[in-house]
């Protein structure tokens, strides 16, 4: 048996008044998702639990099986782990975001991205960001585009902390850490402006009038999570495609091979059909593979209707067409095709709420096909609902024919 997970970040949202009252979701152009749904089994799956913050971290840790009650310590070492970092037990990883912040006193969160800073940009601030402060206790990591690692060495771990997508066009001085070991943490987030304030990749980018990375946001802290590996758990190897550290963190701890693709960028103009290419040529020696495509969840971040409308679209038409095109000559197989957690285009960022997702077997027996199509509201009505959520791979790799025969209608 063959698995296939598909997964578009921050792909289910809210009814929309310009669409009708449908979702992005239910008014995109999704033929083969739409397949899925109406010859497999859909549903809803709750995949943040309760007192957790509803992020990519939590949710895709559910999605791959692991309780975030238990093992989640904060997104910054999970990325901190693609990105091959040392860190001890006492060690606190930080997610060092390069933001653009208006003018004091506020400093209004005007872009958590920095404009989509390059990663050949970002590298270059961050290199200056080691320079000025990188001492024994903190050390600073490039990643991609915006998102950077900071470790705190024998750091506090404790502080509350607010994500900055989660504040865009607020007053950032609101929302800075607060805690044991804050006062460390803010110092270095306000000095740092000084510091960028005069960074030649800044002063280049305004006069192209892109937005400047004007300050870094840290958010995230944890120390190392205890994760089992997949493969000593279902006795099946597998593979993770995604552009973010953050999913490809978490397929470090989960013994998940680690699957390159040219071009993927973790936004819109990622390579989607070399994604789904990539994933059937490693079908051939592994037997699942997990494909995240961040584009949807960056398109409800900015409030994009039309550009969440074309990334779903996008995914629908080359990831996921692309693998059911081909996945049939590799024997039998389960695909699943799912939003981690809503990314609703009015808050512009990420809610706690269930999220569709859609399984079709090549095993007739174990498919429901309710002759449905893939969205929201038809998976609300559909009855089906897989909570919490990392009850889903013991269910898809070992239960799914029971969990479909007992949810049959």
């Not at 782990?81 to 003018?103: E, I, K």
């Not at 590298?123 to 960001?129: D, N």
């Not at 607010?162 to 865009?168: E, G, K, L, S, V």
């Not at 973790?266 to 490693?282: C, I, P, R, S, V």
Request: aromatic share 8%; hydrophobic share 35%.
């Amino acid at each position: 048996m063959k698995y296939v997970i598909l997964l578009a970040d921050g792909m289910a949202d809210h009814p929309c008044s310009e669409l009708g009252g449908k979702t992005p979701l239910e008014y995109a152009r999704t033929p083969y998702m739409d397949w899925i749904a109406a010859k497999g089994t859909q549903g809803l799956i709750d995949t943040i639990p309760k007192g957790l913050p509803p992020g990519s971290d939590v949710a895709n840790l559910s999605v791959l099986g692991y309780d975030p009650a238990v093992c989640f310590t904060g997104r910054g070492p999970l990325e901190a782990a693609n990105m091959g970092l040392d860190l001890s037990p006492v060690d606190v990883a930080f997610r060092c975001n390069l933001v653009t912040l208006g003018p004091k006193p506020d400093q209004l969160m005007e872009d958590f991205t920095a404009g989509h800073i390059t990663s050949a940009e970002g590298e270059k601030i961050v290199e200056t960001l080691q320079a000025e402060f990188g001492r024994k206790e903190f050390s600073f990591y490039p990643g991609v585009s915006y998102r950077h690692i900071m470790v705190w060495r024998r750091g506090i771990a404790e502080m509350r902390v607010t994500p900055p997508h989660d504040i865009t066009g607020q007053a950032s001085v609101q929302y800075l850490p607060n805690g044991p070991g804050s006062e460390k943490v803010i110092n270095i987030m306000r000095t740092s402006q000084d510091v960028l304030a005069e960074h030649p990749i800044n002063k280049e980018r305004v006069d192209k009038g892109l937005r400047p990375a004007n300050a870094i946001w840290l958010w995230g802290q944890g120390h190392i999570p205890k994760m089992r590996k997949i493969h000593e758990r279902y006795k099946v190897h597998g593979g993770m495609i995604s552009a973010v550290d953050l999913l490809n963190g978490i397929a470090v701890y989960a013994g998940l091979e680690i699957l390159h693709v040219a071009g993927a960028t973790g936004y819109t103009d990622t390579n989607y059909t070399g994604k789904g290419q990539k994933a059937l040529e490693a079908l051939r020696d592994l037997d699942l593979v997990f494909i995240h495509v961040e584009a949807p969840d960056e398109m409800g971040h900015e409030g994009n209707l039309s550009g969440k409308i074309q990334a779903i679209e996008d995914f629908d038409e080359k990831v996921v067409g692309t693998i059911l095109k081909d996945i049939g000559s590799y024997g039998p197989f389960r695909v699943a095709v799912l939003s981690d957690h809503p990314t609703p285009l009015e808050i512009k960022t990420h809610t706690g709420d269930p999220s569709p997702i859609a399984v079709f077997s090549s095993i007739e027996a174990e498919n429901q096909g309710r002759k449905i199509n893939f969205g929201e509201t038809q998976a609300k009505g559909s009855g089906n609902l897989i909570s919490p959520g990392h009850d889903f791979l013991d269910l898809f790799i070992r239960y799914w024919s029971k969990f479909t025969k007992h949810n049959r209608l």
